[in-house]
């Protein structure tokens, strides 16, 4: 494989001497860029956009070509895992991801097969080996998959919801059952994972988007343990360096020494945690990445510049930080107000890291 030209984005999450502090985005290849929406309008939908690893490739790229950002990610859905578990996933306009089939009984969930990354998820594992290649060394290319309790609650609820009332009713009224589909997405994931690292992925991230939704104790029983248990299992190290692993649980604050005792080597954090309060909390056991709140990027540049030096200054000086929004860019977002973002933090850091 070609050499990195740019690899301070996993040398600061392995807490390794940087010249600047890295930046990427959640959500980097998005609605925000009318060159996406242009590539979304050829593919026909968004599915299609995902299911074409030439697509995929093509939006993976667009935002490094606007942006001197320090790595890609995977253009993908978080929500592969249970599609390809035969559930049927589908978009409603307006109304996000939906699933044909639910989850609600023990035999839904036995009945459910693991998904083989090759036969079933090839399309994700061909859009990585194509990225990775046209990359050719620019930057690194991060993988990602939803945790498992995240992608539980799409499964029983059957799509986005706001309370989580099934999946939480089967946590407490049959937590056998909510832990025999955790098991089965754990493993599903931790395959999945190992897939994309063996065909190009160079760090990946978890992204446990609903499990600040719990309580502290259901947190721990029914997201870190799985989280866990997917850390246990991955490559890492592949191509003869160390694959990094990133965990974001959103709204996840309250949890952070829980979270660093995962054995991963980075925590996301989202803009509600102060970073210097983070990073006295977890000390030297993990790098930390984030944490914009997104709609700063709605201000006046000077305004975004500001904020981007207070964050640097909360963290301070040394390596371990990786810069990035506390969730995923939105779409109104003026496209020049990521770029002085971007720039922002490139500029601003130096100084943090003589």
């Known amino acids: ?69 320090d790595a890609a990610i995977l253009f993908s859905d978080i929500l592969t895992i249970p599609d390809a578990m035969g559930l049927g996933l589908y978009f409603e306009t307006g109304e996000g991801p939906r699933f044909k089939k639910t989850i609600s009984t023990p035999a839904d969930i036995e009945a459910l097969p693991i998904p083989d990354p090759q036969k079933d998820l090839g ?30 609650t799409y499964m029983v609820e059957g799509g986005s919801s706001k309370d989580f009332r099934k999946t939480k009713a089967m ?65 890492r190290e592949h191509e003869g360096r160390k694959v990094p692993v990133i965990l974001f649980t959103k709204n996840g604050g309250l949890w952070l020494e829980s979270i660093a005792e995962a054995d991963a080597d980075a925590l996301g954090l989202d803009w509600t945690c102060e970073i210097g309060d983070a990073r006295r909390r977890v000390g030297d056991k993990v790098a ?17 510049r500001q904020e981007v030096a207070r964050i640097l200054a909360s963290y301070g000086k040394g390596t371990g930080h990786v810069f990035n929004l506390g969730h995923g860019i939105t779409p109104e977002v003026d496209p020049k107000h990521a770029g002085v973002f971007i720039n922002a933090v490139h500029e601003l850091s130096a100084q943090y890291h003589q």
Request: proline residues 6%; positive net charge; hydrophobic residues 45%.
């Open 171 to 235: 946590a407490y009224d049959n937590p056998q059952a909510l832990h025999l589909l955790l098991d089965k997405l754990a493993q599903s994931v931790t395959s999945y994972l190992n897939g994309q690292i063996l065909a190009g992925a160079q760090a990946v991230q978890i992204f446990d988007t609903w499990g600040g939704n719990l309580s502290a104790a259901a947190y721990q029983e029914f997201s870190l343990a799985y989280m866990r248990k997917i850390v246990s299992g991955l490559i």
């Open 288 to 304: 930390l990445q984030g944490n914009m709140d997104p709609t700063v990027l709605y201000a006046k540049p000077e305004a975004i």
């Open 1 to 69: 494989m070609t050499a990195l030209k740019n690899d301070r984005f996993l040398r600061a999450l392995l807490k390794q001497p940087v010249d600047v502090t890295p930046v990427w985005m959640m959500r980097q290849a998005g609605r925000y860029l009318p060159e996406y929406r242009a590539s979304r309008a050829k593919a026909g939908d968004f599915m299609s956009l995902c299911m074409n690893p030439q697509f995929a490739c093509e939006v993976t790229l667009q935002p490094l070509d606007r942006y001197p950002l």
């Open 123 to 152: 399309y994700v594992m061909d859009a990585v080996s194509t990225i990775r290649r046209e990359l050719n060394g620019r930057v690194p290319l991060i993988g990602f998959s939803g945790s498992p309790w995240t992608l539980a």
